[in-house]
């Protein structure tokens, strides 16, 4: 195998334990009788997908191979890759912990943020200016608005850092914090890169613990030379706490102006399925064609949803159309809540397991060159991760 071959980051060393049928006892029996790890069990917003384990510790790849893999989309885990620098950041972890926790209780992010440390942090150049909530956004919970100011004259403004729900659901405590400027989802935000680059100090100022990410050599290394580029801005930043029974949905992070994402575990552990688009289109299609595919009329039960997807799916380019859009039920269905398509994408090889001072870098080059994925939290507890876009500056 070349060492050019971006198949040799796909055989990922996480193995299919069992369905979500099997109890813990069991589950670990199984685990130990196939010489894996403890198993780990996918579960999200009320589904529940089966049982995971690591089979074997994962090597950071060469720049060569994730070059390769990049130019593929293919996601690219790079095990311990932050580790060393979690220490050092140990009292910023337990304070963000802490932020979370007020929000959950309901206390609000501006009196939080006007308190030291965070006051302190702030300083002099990061004014808040308002608070408001999008009563047309049901998972907003509050967002902060900054002007930029350089011995007291503004250099930048409209910047936000808005605290948001992951999921509609009751039993889930996930939140994250996004960083940006402008107008949410409507401005061409890399079209200017000094608020962006403004942006991504706010976000260092309220967690410090982003410089694991922006600090790191070995990160910084590997990516210049895997993107050959000589310099890189991580942008458009968001604070991950993925709660139980919380996490992502399928979905890509594409934006015009980035080149991918950096996803950094910094406590916690998370399970990913992720897999370039055309690869998820591969497997959505050989899963709905198979004749004995009973799983679909459980997924499915109402005939007429079960036949609009084996009909878009028999047209890859309409399935590609379908997968871009935000609302369809029977795709959405299959995608998040069937354990036999879960399992098909595991034993093929799509599954991660990050744990804290692990990485995985999501290639997202356009809407059809792109690593979708999908993320789960592992324990018991709220976890952080740091999910950063890249650019070049």
């Known amino acids: 195998m070349s060492s050019l071959d971006p198949s040799a980051l796909q055989s990922q060393p996480v ?14 029996a199984i685990a130990t009788r196939i010489h894996c790890g403890e198993p780990l069990l996918l579960t999200r917003r009320g589904s529940t997908l089966g049982w995971i384990a690591p089979r074997q510790a994962a090597n950071l790849p060469v720049a060569q191979q994730i070059r390769a893999a990049w130019l593929a989309s293919q996601p690219i885990l790079l095990p311990d890759c932050v580790h060393d620098q979690l220490t050092a950041h140990e009292r910023h972890i337990r304070h963000s912990l802490r932020l979370m926790d007020a ?9 939080l943020l006007e308190k030291n440390p965070y006051a302190m942090r702030l300083g002099s150049r990061f004014e808040i200016l ?5 009563e047309g956004d049901p998972q ?10 350089d011995h007291g004259e503004i250099i930048a403004e409209n910047l936000w850092c808005k605290a948001s729900w992951l999921s509609f659901e009751d039993d889930d405590d996930s939140l994250r914090f996004r960083f940006s400027f402008g107008m949410a989802n409507y401005e061409d935000v890399a079209a200017d890169v000094e608020r962006e680059l403004h942006a991504a100090a706010l976000a260092e100022a309220v967690f410090p613990e982003s410089t694991i990410i922006t600090e790191s050599s070995t990160l910084d290394t590997l990516l210049k030379a895997a993107l050959e580029v000589p310099a890189l801005a991580y942008v458009e930043r968001i604070v991950y706490f993925n709660a139980p029974n919380g996490g992502a949905q399928f979905h890509q992070d594409v934006e015009r102006g980035h080149l991918g994402v950096v996803f950094a575990q910094v406590h916690g552990r998370t399970g990913w399925l992720s897999l370039p688009k055309q690869s998820l289109l591969d497997e959505i299609q050989s899963f709905v064609t198979d004749a004995n595919c009973a799983p679909l009329e459980t997924l499915l039960p109402e005939s007429e949803s079960r036949l609009q997807l084996l009909k878009t799916c028999a047209n890859r380019s309409a399935l590609s159309d379908w997968l871009d859009e935000t609302d369809n039920e029977p795709l959405e269905l299959l995608l998040n809540r069937c354990p036999e398509f879960a399992q098909q994408l595991i034993e093929h090889g799509h599954a991660f397991i990050l744990q804290p001072g692990d990485v995985i870098m999501l290639p997202q080059h356009d809407l059809q060159q792109c690593a979708w994925h999908t993320v789960f939290c592992l324990d ?14």
């Open 140 to 149: 907003e919970i509050e967002t902060l608005e900054f002007d930029v100011l």
């Open 380 to 393: 018991d507890y709220t976890g952080e991760a740091l999910s950063f876009a890249v650019r070049t500056v």
């Open 103 to 111: 929000v959950l209780n309901g206390e609000e992010l501006t009196e």
């Open 15 to 28: 193995a299919y334990i069992a369905g979500p049928d099997v109890d813990a006892q069991q589950a670990r």
């Open 130 to 134: 308002a608070s408001s909530e999008d």
